[in-house]
C-alpha cells in the first residue's frame, strides 16, 4: 500500500518559518519524482516545488528563494523548507508523486488529483 503522510504546517506570522515533511513507503522513493502542491483558499491547486530522483529542482517564482525542496533516501522523505512566510502562502499542502503523466502541468483542476499518489494534506496559516 502507498502512503505519503505530511506533516509541520501550522500558523505563524510573517516571515516566520515552517518545515514541512511527507514520510512515504509503498513505492521505490529512489526512482521518484515528489512534488509538494498547495491549494489555496480559491480551491486553486499549484504546482510549488518538485525534485527529481537525480536532485535537480523546480519552484513557482512566487516562492523561489524562500522555499527549498530536498529528499532523503535512507528514511524516504521528502521536505519543504520555508522561510520568510508571506499571507499568500496559505493554503493546504499536499506531497505527491507518481505524476510523470503530467510533466510540466503547473495548475490542477484540484488537490488532491485523481492520478498518482498524494498525502492526505497539512495546513499552513500565514498571518500579517
Known amino acids: 500500500e502507498v502512503q505519503l503522510v505530511e506533516s509541520g504546517g501550522g500558523s505563524v506570522q510573517a516571515g516566520g518559518s515552517l518545515r514541512l515533511s511527507c514520510t512515504t513507503s509503498?513505492?521505490?522513493?529512489?526512482?521518484?519524482?515528489m512534488r509538494w502542491y498547495r491549494q489555496g483558499p480559491g480551491n486553486e491547486c499549484e504546482l510549488v516545488s518538485r525534485?527529481?530522483?537525480?536532485?535537480?529542482?523546480y519552484y513557482t517564482d512566487s516562492v523561489k528563494g524562500r522555499f527549498t525542496i530536498s529528499q532523503d533516501f535512507v528514511k524516504n522523505t521528502v521536505y519543504q523548507q520555508m522561510n520568510s512566510l508571506k499571507p499568500e502562502d496559505t493554503g493546504v499542502y499536499y506531497c505527491?508523486?507518481?505524476?510523470?503523466?503530467?510533466?510540466?502541468?503547473?495548475?490542477?483542476?484540484?488537490?488532491?488529483?485523481?492520478?498518482?499518489?498524494w498525502g492526505q494534506g497539512t495546513q499552513v496559516t500565514v498571518s500579517s
Open positions: 505527491a508523486a507518481g505524476l510523470s503523466p503530467i510533466e510540466g502541468v503547473e495548475w490542477l483542476s484540484a488537490c488532491p488529483f485523481p492520478l498518482g499518489y
Open positions: 525534485i527529481r530522483s537525480d536532485g535537480s529542482t
Open positions: 509503498g513505492f521505490t522513493f529512489d526512482d521518484s519524482d
